[in-house]
């Protein structure tokens, strides 16, 4: 029998151990170019509360996705494990809505919930709409959001209110408070989720929490309100200024989020990280930033798939730190983790804090791996390959939305026409302007190797066949993206 003096000093420990855990709040942008922040360079754009975020953390400046568009980069940020591992490849696109990302899979909620965090989830989660699926049964204690990606963020007749592009306008919301109580908002959203970030806050002092912000801004619908657009009337193009009026709302919530942990006495033990879960898309008319770099969501080329990446805890990592090797947000997984005290928890998930803080000065990764239907891509410390499929479709055979029409059963995972090979220098180029496939063969056969060795652990068939794809014309050639 344990004595109750042994019991007290067990629990002592236990507590001491609790208070020592840092709370982690993960924010996500949706759509976000890289270049769309000042920290990152941008100028059309105001963002200090991000640019003061980078200022008291570290920028990430090769900081990647494992997904250029949506629900499959959330698959790959919640679980610390490349989604292609456990089939969550594709975009569902509503086309099958009793599927989801697997429930065999642990989360990064249900790993914080272990470690005695309670953890919430507010906006946007896109993994799955069924009870199984539902971010309750994933591990957060809490939710208030869309189980779905699609909404609109406010009445678009609503004075004050300017919209762009309105085709995109979309449903009305719908969003949820717990696992099915539906809430009407007749306000604008982001406004809304902040606010119920704040909340969260509030009422979670007295024990470690992991709140994950899951903005909907700057995705489209453009929708933005007066309150932020009256900071950009100057912007005559109607794109660019609801788009930087929709920054400008993710902006101050960013900064309402940290000035809330500061009245509390929670910022300095606060691990923060701030990133999009992928580059800016190319259809929303030029209003987005992804400079310096090429492409856009849905590509493999950097804008889609580096991204705005903040990492902040000033009680353990330097300020105004710069890391300039490649990390990934899988990484968040193990990153978040270890600062809770516990032991890693996936094989392809790294510990960023000793590489933050000088600790450990090698680089996370010997490769990062990228693949979406018959299209993938590898990079090293300098070089990226990239395969994209060649396609004997034209502009004339996108829809309205741009996109073309799949076949019955999806898209196969096939090459009829062939592929397209571009080797980049990253180090020398990282606009991606020159392909150095022709004259240097080697690079090529070493990514493909090591591209081909991780793609043995890959789930063979995965949950949703592809649905979406449109076209894309590089280095001369007309290539077919699937996502």
Not at 2 to 13: E, T
Not at 62 to 78: D, E, F, I, N, W
Not at 382 to 393: A, C, E, H, P, V
Request: charged share 20%; proline share 6%; hydrophobic share 35%.
């Amino acid at each position: 029998m344990v004595g109750r003096g042994v019991l007290a000093a067990a629990m002592v420990v236990a507590a001491t151990a609790a208070i020592a855990q840092p709370n982690v709040v993960l924010i996500l942008a949706d759509d976000l170019g890289y270049g769309d922040i000042g920290a990152n360079g941008g100028t059309t754009i105001a963002t200090p509360h991000i640019d003061a975020l980078a200022t008291r953390g570290v920028r990430l400046t090769q900081g990647y996705v494992s997904h250029p568009v949506c629900s499959p980069s959330r698959a790959g940020l919640m679980t610390g494990r490349y989604q292609q591992r456990h089939g969550w490849e594709f975009n569902p696109a509503g086309r099958d809505r009793n599927a989801g990302m697997s429930t065999k899979q642990q989360t990064v909620a249900d790993a914080m919930r272990s470690a005695g965090y309670r953890t919430g989830l507010i906006g946007k989660w896109h993994l799955g709409s069924q009870p199984r699926h539902h971010p309750l049964n994933r591990g957060f204690d809490e939710f208030f959001g869309m189980v779905e990606g699609g909404s609109i963020y406010i009445d678009a007749d609503v004075p004050g209110v300017e919209s762009w592009g309105s085709p995109r306008i979309g449903r009305p919301n719908k969003i949820i408070r717990g696992l099915d109580r539906e809430v009407r908002v007749d306000g604008y959203l982001t406004d809304r989720f902040t606010d119920e970030a704040l909340a969260f806050v509030a009422r979670n002092t007295r024990s470690p929490f992991f709140l994950f912000l899951s903005h909907k801004t700057p995705h489209t619908p453009l929708q933005a309100t007066a309150k932020y657009l009256d900071r950009y009337r100057h912007i005559d193009d109607a794109a660019t200024r609801v788009y930087a009026a929709m920054v400008a709302s993710l902006d101050d919530s960013v900064g309402a989020v940290v000035a809330a942990l500061e009245r509390e006495g929670l910022r300095d033990d606060t691990l923060i990280v701030f990133l999009s879960d992928n580059g800016c898309a190319g259809y929303v008319a030029n209003a987005c930033s992804n400079a310096p770099f090429r492409g856009y969501k849905r590509h493999f080329h950097e804008g889609g798939i580096r991204v705005p990446f903040i990492v902040s805890w000033p009680k353990r990592l330097p300020e105004g730190g710069v890391f300039r090797q490649p990390a990934v947000s899988l990484d968040l997984m193990d990153t978040f983790l270890a600062a809770a005290g516990k032991s890693e928890a996936s094989e392809d998930s790294v510990n960023l804090v000793p590489y933050l803080d000088g600790t450990d000065t090698g680089a996370p990764h010997d490769y990062l791996f990228w693949r979406s239907g018959p299209n993938w891509a590898v990079r090293d410390q300098r070089w990226k390959l990239i395969r994209y499929n060649r396609t004997d479709s034209t502009g004339q055979d996108l829809d309205r939305s741009g996109r073309l029409e799949p076949p019955e059963g999806g898209w196969p995972n096939d090459s009829p026409h062939g592929q397209i090979t571009l080797l980049y220098d990253l180090t020398n180029d990282p606009a991606e302007t020159v392909n150095y496939a022709a004259s240097r063969p080697e690079e090529v056969q070493r990514l493909t190797k090591a591209w081909t060795t991780w793609d043995t652990g890959n789930a063979a068939v995965p949950i949703l066949p592809a649905y979406r794809s449109t076209l894309a014309d590089l280095h001369g050639e007309t290539v077919q993206l699937v996502f």
